[in-house]
């Protein structure tokens, strides 16, 4: 058996098939490899790989680095095929390296258009691969196909008009023979939608509007005889899952707009701050959560939906888990959307609680107003659009944590003006929203990062770790109960997913914004992370 | 048809070489031109050399300059009072320049003889054994250039070049490189990087490789091209139908 594999493995070395789709479905069979952005369709960012243990894991070792040319955050996840690995240097070059020597094979750039204005960055979160083709969503709201062994590019559409406010920096999601993708400008009063696109041309499949137009189901939600729909964001900017089960497509639906001003969108502004369920062929909708009813305070449902099998009150259940950035923890029944636990994960002083359909109860008082109201937690969110992990072994679910943090909302007039920022007011906090400042001398009491464990089963919070800066860095973990991930401290560091105790740190030197991944060549298990705008991958020391 | 080829061939050696007899210039000074013209003067002439009203650099339309030598001056001192800067080139390195914009009015005054078209030309190079080697959109072989975007980067003439004599140049992307390791197997494929340590190369299996220096025997680059001269499979009309296509490839826009 274990020759057979091995055979397997350098057959897989020495001629590196094309990644069908199957074998995305089946990544986790292929450990060594990281063929879709959050590890497989379900999105666990948990690696089958158990070479580097809790006991081992204080003899990685630096094994190379890429320095991206360019000083934007480096928030993409690589793709690892075969010994190859390819990401996005900022805003839009693809990469592809040697991923045990990090040596260059080529490099496409690609020139986003001027018009593009995105909210909060230059950023691009990776890449998705289908046969011998790489998926590059991009900064003016192209998708473009590139070729895996050479760089060159295949085809190039234009999904939405950048002078508009339409961008893109999500990874994009392959699903059978489609790449599916969404769009950003949830400040620039866009009308959010997720797109399917054929891989082969790049012609769109369909596409779904996160905000329904008259005569549709949940129109009734923005207010009537008003336009307020047509530029109410509700943007796609974080990767969606994927159930081969139900054939379903789960993405996380950003805020409604303006952002802090809702006095022109009364109603529930459907699908905002939602996850859809969505058929992956055809993009009709097939059921909807909707997290925080007619947000207030920039609560972007933008969340990697991770999904699990689990035992939920003594019977199995195919569930959906979720850290919203509005505070909550929530399980859903991913087949019918059914509402079964929601629990703060972090203080929440926006509502009281949840009901038993599943609707917040909201706090009074907590609305923006224009002098200024305190909310936790505040608008970066209890978490934000960082990777969590799900690890079958321990049963738990890991969060990156904003704790402790309250913004001040403040609500000012709003008019809608194409390609213009459409917000109507500006959250302040004692925590920096995106900026790293490179020092730190605040009081944590005013906010700190954490990774937190949560029990699925129950929403309690078996364990914390705790950082002084905040962090923006996804969660990984591994089949041995390593869990890795850093923070805007500036270290990359490994967990006992078991009991949070710190077994290895290394200072990276700037914040960590992306989630990590694991991969193997040549039978040696690799960590890969990003820090400010470098990758850095480890390996036991030989 | 075929009988006119040989004569357009004739006229062509002919005017290529009476110009560089002319102006003194080799085939050599002509590459070195275009690498310098490609890389300074497109940014805002265009490849075409045709950016800028009232001046076409490629069938030599200049505004204050006639002669080789006041090229060579404008080039190196610019225009004052114009966006053309002074540069910081040798009297030599302009020269090729120049050597290379009279070899683009040479080129471009032969492809204009015979009218190609675009459509007959993307007929010939489907029916053909072209992508075997070349890949266009995501269609064909990775072995040979890409030519995807041919048309954005060579000129109508560099293109006919490629097809009639294709180890006159062989741009430094697309040569191939032969490594005999000490294991005795033998790699070919296209150079993509290198350093102290390691080699990496696209095979001509497609695959991406990083190798080792210290398993690497012997490497050389293969200077002649791989591509087979199509100057007896080409009547006149084809070869322009075929080159006017090829320089219709300008990218890969939507579908």
């Known amino acids: ?542 | 048809m075929l009988r006119r080829l040989p004569l357009l061939l004739l006229a062509y050696s002919l005017t290529l070489a009476s110009l560089l007899a002319q102006h003194g210039y080799t085939p050599a000074d002509v590459e070195d031109g275009g690498r310098l013209f490609r890389a300074n003067c497109a940014n805002c002439h265009g490849p075409d050399g045709n950016f800028i009203p009232g001046i076409d650099l490629g069938r030599n339309r200049f505004k204050t300059a006639s002669t080789d030598s006041d090229l060579v001056r404008v080039i190196r001192i610019g225009v004052p009072g114009t966006a053309m800067p002074p540069n910081n080139y040798s009297e030599f390195q302009a020269t090729t320049i120049v050597a290379y914009l009279r070899s683009m009015a040479a080129d471009e005054a032969r492809a204009g003889a015979l009218g190609g078209d675009p459509a007959r030309g993307k007929t010939w190079y489907e029916k053909s054994d072209c992508a075997t080697c070349h890949r266009v959109k995501g269609v064909g072989s990775r072995q040979g250039p890409d030519l995807t975007e041919i048309g954005a980067i060579r000129r109508a003439g560099e293109l006919e070049r490629s097809l009639l004599e294709p180890d006159a140049e062989v741009l430094q992307a697309s040569r191939l490189l032969q490594i005999a390791a000490k294991d005795g197997i033998t790699v070919t494929g296209i150079m993509l990087n290198q350093d102290a340590f390691s080699v990496q190369i696209l095979d001509t299996k497609d695959q991406l490789r990083s190798i080792p220096r210290d398993t690497i025997r012997d490497q050389s680059f293969v200077t002649k091209s791989p591509m087979p001269s199509y100057r007896d499979k080409l009547n006149a009309q084809e070869l322009a139908d075929l080159v006017s296509y090829l320089a219709s490839l300008k990218g890969a826009a939507a579908p």
């Open chain 1, 1 to 542: 058996m274990t020759r057979t594999l091995l055979l397997l493995l350098l057959i897989g070395r020495a001629f590196a098939a094309d990644v069908t789709f199957d074998r995305i479905l089946r990544a986790p069979q292929e450990p060594q490899n990281w063929l879709t952005h959050s590890g497989s369709v379900l999105s666990q960012r948990h690696s089958p790989l158990q070479d580097i243990t809790p006991e081992n894991v204080k003899d990685l070792e630096l094994q190379w680095i890429f320095q991206a040319r360019s000083l934007e955050k480096f928030e993409a996840t690589p793709l690892v095929v075969d010994g190859i690995m390819y990401t996005v240097q900022a805003p839009n070059d693809v990469v592809a390296m040697d991923a045990a020597t990090g040596r260059i094979f080529w490099i496409y750039s690609y020139r986003p258009s001027p018009d593009s204005r995105p909210c909060c960055g230059r950023v691009n979160r990776g890449l998705a691969i289908l046969g011998d083709t790489l998926f590059m969503a991009t900064l003016d709201a192209h998708l473009i196909a590139i070729d895996t062994k050479t760089g060159a590019l295949n085809w190039n559409v234009q999904v939405a008009k950048p002078e508009a406010g339409y961008a893109m920096s999500v990874a994009p999601l392959v699903i059978k023979d489609k790449v599916i993708i969404g769009t950003a400008g949830g400040e620039y009063g866009i009308r959010g939608f997720i797109a399917a696109h054929d891989a082969k041309t790049g012609k769109e499949a369909w596409r779904f509007y996160t905000i329904p137009g008259p005569g549709e189901p949940g129109h009734e939600t923005w207010p009537a005889g008003t336009d307020a729909w047509e530029h109410g964001g509700a943007s796609i900017w974080v990767t969606g899952s994927y159930d081969p089960e139900t054939n379903l497509t789960f993405w996380g639906v950003g805020n409604p707009g303006p952002d802090w001003n809702s006095d022109e969108r009364p109603g529930d502004n459907l699908y905002s701050d939602s996850v859809v369920a969505l058929d992956a062929d055809t993009g009709k909708l097939k059921w909807h959560y909707q997290f925080t009813p007619h947000d207030d305070w920039d609560y972007d449902s933008t969340q990697i939906p991770v999904l699990a099998d689990i035992t939920w009150q003594g019977k199995p259940r195919k569930v959906m888990m979720w850290a919203n950035r509005n505070g909550f923890f929530y399980i859903l029944d991913r087949i019918t959307g059914q509402y079964l636990m929601g629990k703060p994960f972090v203080d929440v002083t926006w509502a009281t609680g949840i009901d038993e359909t599943g609707r917040p109860i909201r706090a009074p008082g907590m609305a923006p107003t224009r002098e200024g109201v305190t909310v936790s937690p505040g608008v970066q969110g209890g978490t934000n659009w960082y990777s969590p992990s799900y690890s079958p072994r321990t049963g738990l679910f890991y969060v990156p944590t904003w704790a402790s943090y309250t913004s001040s909302f403040t609500k000012t007039p709003a008019k809608y003006e194409a390609g213009r920022s459409f917000t109507g007011g500006s959250p302040r906090s004692i925590v920096p929203s995106i900026r790293y400042p490179q020092v730190n001398n605040r009081n944590p009491a005013d906010g700190y990062g954490a990774v937190r464990a949560i029990d699925p089963l129950t929403g309690e919070r078996k364990w914390e770790f705790k950082m002084a800066d905040v962090t923006d860095a996804g969660i990984l973990t591994t089949a041995s109960d390593v869990l890795f991930s850093g923070g805007r401290d500036g270290y990359f560091y490994a967990l006992d997913a078991r009991n949070g105790e710190l077994l290895w740190k290394v200072n990276v030197g700037a914040g960590v914004a992306s989630g990590p991944i694991s991969y193997s060549v040549g039978g040696r298990q690799y960590i890969a992370v990003t820090a400010g705008s470098s990758l850095f991958t480890y390996a036991l020391r030989k």
